[in-house]
């Protein structure tokens, strides 16, 4: 923070330290799980602390204050990595560690996150601002680094990160890093080097002359200072570099190296691995604190002066985790050691380092020497991981004799006393009995030894255990027996009693191992399901208690309430209850692994608690020792605890050490998370009844903060913990004032001769052997000597067999051949040999066994390396020698074809088609989904007369209506014609105005046509313009380019396979040529073999085949030729270097080749020799022939040998030249090939060169296609809607055009219907006005039933119902008009079809307007939704644009960027066309490279443009004078137009007296309706004539038989008064009421008279109504069927409804 305050983690703590007074200031983590990073700001004035744990806090502390000032969070998931402010300090970036490793930018002082991202896969060590630009960030980790920038784009604020590529660098972490000003990063390397990136890519790689690293392992810290580049390196050294070197370094080479030099260098010290520096804010100093990994800060000078300080350690400390911790008896010294290999002596009261030593072997456990021992408490003992144990004493140095020249004195001083190596793996435990007399050590090794103190640790002997030794525990004096407690790992303790000293002398002690000890044994068995399964039934027994308690009280309540029914209800309740079934409780589990011991302490004698991890943590468990049996077997052995106590939130943090106070009040407990824990105990409690409560408290880390070891202070005033976190604690377990400030250690004084006194020797070397193995080892070469001395007699004795035997032989030999012997006579046994044969065999078999699994292992290695190497190879490289000249040619070494050109990618989302595409495309193939609307010709509906009566003979009047129909069906056929062809007529004129463009109408084509040329002609827009547009064709994506570049891999690995097809076949033309050779060269010997030497021609060397010509003979091998390679190796090795590169000439492969020369056959001489064998027969012959033939030859004989000779010489002639011309013939060919092989070697240069370019198109690409692929995907929706919606606005714009052509119908329909009326009215009708008021009265119709129930209603309701709509009708009109009219009753002299016509008409005319308001109303809600989807539309087309211009913008971003891209075009200086003042310039940057291709066409293309202009000019020209003539014809038709329109309507006066519509008077020239009524009126009029005779005859019928009813009735009524008037006679008291008998008889009478009548006039009215029915249901039939209303007669409207 200040030149003085220094701030670090220990722990769960932030400590600040004073570097000059030494105080600390602790700041305990708010989390309690431990701190992960710190950081300081840029002006001091706050520092940060983040925290470990679940999503942790950053919290941010003000400084001196040490006040909290802003908090952080949700930032990361677990813990964070490193933090770090910008320049200004008004930003925070943080990166979080596993699992997330999350970036986050955070405005700290706002608390709120701008940016957050995931920073990388791996892990990530650091992340740092740009100190220049703080836009722009570097994060570096685990083989990475990384390159941020915070840009603005379309989206927003966004992180935009770049990995950094090796490239052929190898990856590496990297640890430290700088940011240099103009945005280059310099960053180390694991080797050593330093690596500077520009970019995303490493520009040159810098290291040190001699291709030196520039430090001897990875650079962790890059720095810059008073500009000098500064390196932290963990050699422990420090360089400076000068930094314009490392800021203009570049390439020089093709190794990518720069050799530079460092201005400065400190080397610091030896073991020393600098991690990380800071600069003291010294003014006129340059003073550096340096953290040294193994443990240690020290304080550096970088001036490099005359006055320069040497490196001065500040503070020392262990560096590795520390392993354990002991305490002095008598003062407050204590002793650590740990895996550093050194121990360590503080005054921990005095908060001061005393002493330390260092070792060759880590530390592992460590005992103060007690006090009976050492009587000033001067010595301890410490164990080693190799097995050693020593004893050191503490001394203080100020009392021995003072040298000159000795270096400064300490305070307190390390001495080696003694030093024995009783194990063989590492010591875990060392335990002196209270007495002091034996000291105990366990190991890992499985045994427990025993020294004997007083005798400066004489060995007494070991037991072996069953398991590695944890912790060794000595009884206390309570116990009567001092006996140890051994607890091992895997789940055994034991206990031991003390062992007996003997007194034997060492050499006749054969081994150290104590057999006949009485040790007991406990083996642990888990018992914690037991627990679990007791804690869970005592919580149901407890459950169940409660229950029992709830149910007595509700029975007591419900017996109380509702007596014994309630009681009863009560008790089937509980049954019920029974009846559920309970849980099952826990099961009973035993991990299969043993769960390791960690510690245990003694409470009584022979009874222990002992603390498991695993599954067993979570409780103390109390055991004891069964009784001692010897024939008991450990292994078998179970045993359980007697009694647990259970240790709170310990399940995953067991209790790793436990520890007492001296007075025995407090128990300590160091977790393995790093807390500890105190208890308090009261007296004589060994079953620990008392601890519950407990005082916890977080010191080291949570996750790799496992407490070693804890001990209390020999007055109980301290208490120390070490953790594997390398922290040391110290506590006051008193309150600090009860503790004086000058309380100070106080160190042993020095013995008296201490300084004369020999030191022991130490053993350094860890395969040393130990105590027991030196006494074996001991034994067993004692043996060995007196078996070897056995040996070697046995030897002379075998060595004078020998001799004897010789000499036997020898005098063998000596006797005469028939006296000897032979040598198998000599055998005594012949199965001696074989047997020896056997075991040779034997031995042979063993061998192989033994080499089998080398044998195994080189062919695996050979597999994989042919793997590797060869098989990825289509073809290895082939050189094919010329043969009189050095010329050669090589094929290519081709490996198998790319993936790219295996497989084709996936495509990206679709594009998009451009819209003049979709316009294109669409038209005739395009469905339509207008409904047709043309106007078809309703058929007429059938007859009025049914068609499915029998056959009869026809009567007059259905011979006149049959006529009348026909004559009806023939006029509207007519009309339906003329109706037809009109309706045809306006069809064409419709298509035909259609058709007319508009006077401003312009071709869609042209308009795109002259936008395009607007835009591109003239102008060739180059890929690197700012307004360059990627036309839809170009646009490219990461899959085409990968197509693309797999097309190019095909075409080149096609071409090179021709080749190498081409350079095989010359080889085995070489091969043909060398194998004729030889037949001729043979031939040739043969003929030379008959002439004489003096005609003899130089033989031509036979041509040979060069091993790199056939390359697969190099793997061809057999033992012979694997034999002779090793002698090679074997000489290799013998021979200096020179030599070496002599015999490396030959090479393996040449014997390789040799070898199957020799085995297989050379390819040119397998077939040669068979040839040439008859030839050389014959020339062995001859000289056979000449010896017998020794006569002299004939002058015929002469003559045939003259010509022979001549033939000889001319084939040897011959011969030659054909061998000569074999040879030129095929060297001409292979330089023809070659020539060929260089063109083609270009263009595969070139092609690689072009590969390159495609693949890094094809990377960049990749890393845009992600974005496009998500912009591609928004325009396509966009544009799918938009299609979608336009869809809907065509269909919404044709329905209502089918609307609209329907209300133009019903129009029609109504002013037919008009028209037709007041044609059937006729022009002088005089009730033409009343008829017409009829026709057009408004009338509120009543809607019409649907269900045909409801006709069968009442016919009161209907007719009260007709009166209420007639009066309402009534009303209506009579609002309308002023006349007042009565249109039910057809007015007098008025003709009432006409008056029943209007009222049919009338009715048809409200149904076409109320199909025109429904048709109406459907239109003003489709111009209501074409309206919404117009919104819609414009929405969705700004969207899409909007959509299509981010695209746009990306897909230029991208151009730009492959534009960045460099592209290598090797051209020619006569291809160079850019010249200023005739002179290539310098700078080619502002040119532009075109192919010769797309030069001819840009020059093809001005003279077709010229061409097109001048044809375009003609054809103006030529459609300008076309439009003049056309516009004339216009004018000259429309005049004729005119006059024919006036002749026409003069026509239609002098005809028709008025202009009429003549499509509707064709349409109107039959009334159709008025013919059906006709006709409808007559069948009504049969029908009724016939009815009308049929009543007739029922009422003849009827008044028949009322006269007959009549006269019965009379009769009966003349003896009724015959009756009456007797007796009035006989009763004259009964006048009256037989005067009222007469009145009833008489109303009687005319009652049935009145009754008669009315029925007549019923039946007279419900005939009416049949036929009304009837007629109405014939009506309704028809298809265009409407309902008059019932004509009411006078009669029915008199008669009133009455009672029958």
């Known amino acids: 923070m200040d030149s003085n305050i220094a701030l670090y983690i220990a722990g769960n703590q932030l400590i600040l330290l004073n570097l000059k007074t030494k105080e600390q200031i602790y700041l305990q983590s708010s989390s309690g799980e431990g701190i992960g990073v710190i950081g300081v700001h840029p002006y001091k004035t706050h520092f940060t602390v983040a925290e470990k744990g679940s999503f942790p806090d950053i919290i941010i502390y003000e400084y001196p204050s040490l006040r909290p000032y ?34 986050t930018i955070w405005n700290w002082k706002e608390e709120q996150p701008i940016l957050r991202t995931k920073a990388f896969s791996q892990e990530v060590f650091k992340v740092t601002f740009n100190p220049e630009d703080e836009e722009q960030l570097t994060t570096s980790g685990s083989g990475h680094i990384k390159f941020w920038e915070m840009a603005f784009t379309f989206t927003g604020l966004k992180l935009q990160g770049s990995l950094g590529r090796f490239g052929k660098t190898a990856t590496t972490d990297i640890e430290g890093y700088m940011e240099l000003p103009d945005g280059k990063v310099l960053s180390g390397s694991e080797w050593g080097n330093m690596l500077l990136w520009e970019g995303s890519l490493i520009k040159v790689e810098l290291c040190r002359a001699g291709n030196k690293s520039c430090h001897h392992g990875p650079i962790n810290q890059i720095m810059l200072d008073e500009g000098e580049v500064i390196t932290v390196g963990s050699d422990g050294c420090v360089r400076i570099w000068d930094f314009e070197t490392i800021d203009t370094a570049d390439v020089i080479d093709e190794t990518g190296l720069l050799q530079i030099e460092p201005i400065n260098e400190l080397q610091v010290g030896k073991n020393v691995n600098l991690f990380s520096m800071e600069k003291m804010n010294e003014t006129g100093s340059n003073f550096w604190l340096a953290q040294d990994a193994n443990g240690a800060i020290w304080k550096l000078d970088l001036s490099f002066s005359n006055i320069t300080q040497d490196p001065e350690c500040l503070f020392s400390f262990h560096s590795g985790a520390i392993q354990d911790l002991a305490v002095s008896p008598i003062t407050y010294l204590m002793a650590t050691t740990a895996l550093d290999c050194s121990v360590r002596i503080y005054d921990f009261a005095g908060k001061t380092p005393l002493a330390q030593m260092k070792f060759k072997q880590g530390g592992t456990a460590l005992a103060w020497v007690p006090q009976m021992v050492s009587y000033n408490g001067a010595q301890i003992s410490v164990g080693f991981e190799d097995g050693v144990v020593r004893i050191l004493e503490i001394y203080d140095p100020k009392g021995l004799t003072i040298f000159a020249g000795r270096k400064k004195i300490l305070d307190a001083d390390l001495r080696l006393k003694h030093v024995f190596k009783p194990h063989t793996a590492s010591v875990t435990a060392l335990a002196y009995e209270h007495d002091g007399e034996i000291l105990a050590t366990g190991s890992k090794d499985h045994t427990v030894f025993f020294f004997e103190v007083e005798r400066n640790y004489k060995p007494i002997g070991y037991i072996n255990t069953p398991g590695p030794v944890r912790q060794l525990t000595w009884s206390g004096i309570s116990h009567p ?24 002398d060492d050499d006749k002690v054969v081994s150290y191992e104590i057999k006949d000890m009485c040790i007991k044994c406990f083996h642990f068995s888990s018992i914690k399901s037991n627990i679990l399964r007791l804690i869970e039934i005592e919580k149901r027994e407890q459950q169940k208690k409660l229950k029992e308690k709830e149910r007595e009280e509700r029975r007591r309540k419900a017996a109380e309430e509702m007596g014994e029914d309630g009681e009863k209800e009560f008790q089937e309740e509980e049954a019920a209850a029974e009846e559920e079934e309970e849980e099952p409780l826990p099961a009973i589990f035993i991990p299969p692994t043993p769960s390791p011991i960690l510690c245990g302490f003694y409470s009584e004698p022979g009874k222990f608690w002992v603390s498991l991890g695993g599954y067993d943590s979570g409780f103390l468990y109390h055991c004891e020792f069964p009784p001692y049996d010897k024939s008991s077997n450990f292994k078998e052995q179970k045993d359980e605890p007697f009694d647990f106590h259970f240790l709170e939130d310990t399940e995953n943090n067991p209790v790793q050490t436990i520890t007492f106070s001296v007075n025995q009040t407090m128990m300590f407990c160091g977790m393995r998370n790093g807390a500890i824990r105190v208890y308090l105990l009261s007296e004589n409690d060994p ?247 043309g106007g078809s010709v309703s058929i007429q509906e059938e007859s009025i007369i049914e068609k499915g009566k029998k056959f009869r003979p026809k009567t007059l009047s259905e011979i006149m209506v049959g006529n009348q129909i026909a004559k009806t069906r023939k006029l509207i056929l007519k009309a339906e014609k003329a109706q037809l062809k009109i309706q045809q007529r306006k069809k064409e004129w419709e298509e035909l105005y259609k058709s007319k463009p508009d006077d401003d109408f312009e071709d869609p084509k042209d308009l795109q046509a002259i936008k395009e040329a607007q835009l591109y002609m003239g102008d060739f827009n180059l890929k690197t313009a700012p307004d360059y547009r990627i036309p839809e064709h170009m646009r490219i994506n990461a899959a085409k380019k990968e197509e693309e570049l797999g097309y190019l891999d095909t075409l080149a690995h096609g071409k090179k396979r021709h080749m190498n097809k081409c350079i095989l076949s010359l080889r085995d033309l070489k091969v043909a040529v060398i194998e004729e050779i030889q037949c001729l060269v043979q031939e040739l010997k043969s003929i030379q073999s008959t002439l004489h030497r003096s005609k003899h021609i130089p033989i031509p060397q036979i041509p040979q085949i060069y091993p790199d010509e056939v390359p697969e003979k190099r793997f061809q091998y057999n033992e012979e030729t694997l034999l002779n390679f090793k002698q090679e190796q074997m000489k290799k090795e013998d021979e200096k270097p020179p030599q070496v590169e002599q015999s490396g000439s030959g090479g393996s492969g040449g014997g390789f080749l040799r070898l199957s020369s020799e085995k297989d056959g050379d390819l040119t ?158 022009e002088n009708n005089k009730f033409a006005n009343f008829l017409m008021k009829v026709l057009k009265k408004k009338i509120k119709r009543v809607k019409k039933k649907e269900v045909e129930g409801d006709a069968d209603e009442d016919e009161e309701s209907e007719e009260s119902s007709e009166e209420e709509s007639s009066l309402e009708s009534d009303e209506d009109e009579s609002g309308s008009e002023d006349d007042v009219f009565d249109d039910s009753i057809c007015p007098t002299n008025c003709d009432v079809g006409l008056f029943e016509m209007a009222l049919q008409l009338r009715e048809k005319r409200l149904d076409i307007e109320e199909a025109l308001v429904e048709e109406k109303k459907i239109v003003d809600n489709l111009k209501k939704e074409y309206d919404t989807l117009s919104k819609k539309v414009k929405i969705v087309a700004t969207n899409l644009n909007a959509a299509e211009e981010a695209l746009e913008a990306y897909q230029r971003e991208k151009q730009q960027r492959l534009n960045e891209l460099l592209v290598v075009i090797p051209l020619k200086l006569h291809q160079i066309e850019y010249v200023v003042l005739g002179e290539i310039p310098s700078d080619l940057s502002g040119t532009l490279v075109f192919s010769n291709q797309s030069l001819g066409r840009l020059q093809e293309r001005i003279v077709q443009l010229h061409e097109e202009n001048s044809k375009q000019q003609k054809l103006n020209k030529e459609w300008r004078e076309r439009r003049k003539r056309l516009a004339q014809e216009k004018r000259e038709m429309t005049k004729t137009i005119n006059k024919m329109e006036e002749t026409v309507r003069q026509l239609m006066i002098s005809k028709f007296g008025r202009v009429i519509d003549l499509e509707a008077l064709q349409t109107l020239s039959v009334n159709t309706t008025l013919e059906e009524l006709k006709i409808r009126k007559l069948q009504k009029e049969l029908l009724n004539a016939k009815e009308m005779k049929m009543w007739e005859e029922k009422i003849a019928r009827v008044r028949w038989e009322l006269m007959m009813k009549t006269k019965e009735h009379t009769k009966k009524l003349h003896q009724m008064n015959d009756l009456c008037i007797e007796k009035k006679k006989l009763d004259s008291r009964l006048n009256t009421l037989q005067n009222q008998q007469g009145n009833a008889f008489q109303g009687l009478r005319k009652a049935d008279i009145l009754a008669k009548e009315k029925v007549t006039e019923l039946i007279q009215v419900q005939t009416e109504k049949i036929s009304a029915l009837k007629e109405e249901i014939a009506l309704l039939r028809k298809k265009g069927g409407f309902i008059l209303p019932p004509i009411r007669s006078s009669q029915e409207n008199e008669m009133e409804p009455t009672e029958l």
């Open 70 to 103: 802003r908090i952080l969070r949700d930032g990361t998931e677990k813990a964070y990595a490193y933090v770090d402010f910008n320049n200004n300090g008004t930003l925070l970036a943080s990166v979080g560690s596993n699992p997330d490793y999350t970036l």
């Open 687 to 933: 079953s620990l009844t008392t601890l519950e409560d407990y005082w916890h408290f977080n010191v080291h880390d949570n996750n790799y903060g496992c407490i070693k070891s804890i001990a209390t202070s020999f007055d109980d005033r301290f208490l120390m913990t070490a953790g594997t976190d390398s922290n040391i604690f110290v506590f006051n377990i008193f309150s600090e004032y009860m503790l004086r400030k000058d309380m100070k250690a106080k160190v042993p004084s020095s013995r008296f001769g201490m300084d004369a006194e020999p030191i022991p020797k130490d053993i350094e070397d860890p395969k040393a052997y130990s105590i027991e193995n030196a006494r074996r080892k001991r034994e067993h070469d004692k043996l060995m000597k007196e078996v070897e001395e056995i040996k070697a007699g046995k030897r002379e004795q075998l060595k004078a067999l020998r001799n004897e035997f010789r000499k036997l032989l020898e005098m063998n030999k000596e006797l005469p051949q028939h006296m000897q012997f032979k040598r198998t006579d000599f055998d005594l046994d012949s199965k001696i040999r074989a047997e020896i044969d056997r075991k040779t065999a034997y031995k042979l078999q063993q061998v192989r066994k033994e080499l089998a699994w080398e044998k195994e292992k080189h062919e695996l290695g050979l597999k994989k390396l042919q793997n590797r190497f060869r098989d990825p190879l289509e073809s290895d490289a082939v050189v094919v020698h010329a043969i009189q000249s050095d010329h050669k040619i090589s094929s290519y070494r081709l490996a198998q074809p790319s993936r790219y050109s295996k497989f084709k990618r996936p495509s990206q989302t679709e594009r998009r088609p451009s819209k003049l595409e979709r316009f294109e495309k669409e038209g005739a193939g395009r469905k339509d989904s207008q409904k047709e609307t």
């Open 1165 to 1322: 001489t397998r077939d040669s020799l068979s040839r040439s064998s008859k030839p050389s027969g014959f020339s062995l012959d001859i000289p056979k022939f000449l010896e017998f033939e020794k006569a002299e030859p004939t002058d015929v004989e002469l003559e045939i040998m003259k010509r022979d000779e001549i033939k000889h010489v001319y084939m040897q002639q011959y011969l030659v030249n054909r061998i000569k011309e074999l040879i030129v013939t095929f060297d001409a060919e292979l330089r023809v090939l070659r020539h060929q092989k260089l063109k083609l070697d270009i263009q595969i240069k070139l092609s690689d060169l072009h590969h390159v370019t495609l693949f890094q198109e094809m990377l960049l690409l990749k890393n845009f296609e992600k974005q496009e692929n998500i912009l591609q995907e928004r325009v396509n929706s966009s544009d799918k809607e938009e299609q979608f919606m336009q869809w809907k606005i065509n269909e919404t714009l044709k329905e209502m055009e089918e609307k609209k052509n329907e209300i133009s119908k019903l129009q029609d329909q109504e002013k037919a219907l008009y028209a037709g009326f007041q044609a059937a009215i006729g």
């Open 481 to 504: 027996e001092s006996t140890l407690l051994i607890i091992c790992e895997n789940g055994y303790i034991l206990e031991a009693p003390l062992p007996t000293i003997k007194e034997e």
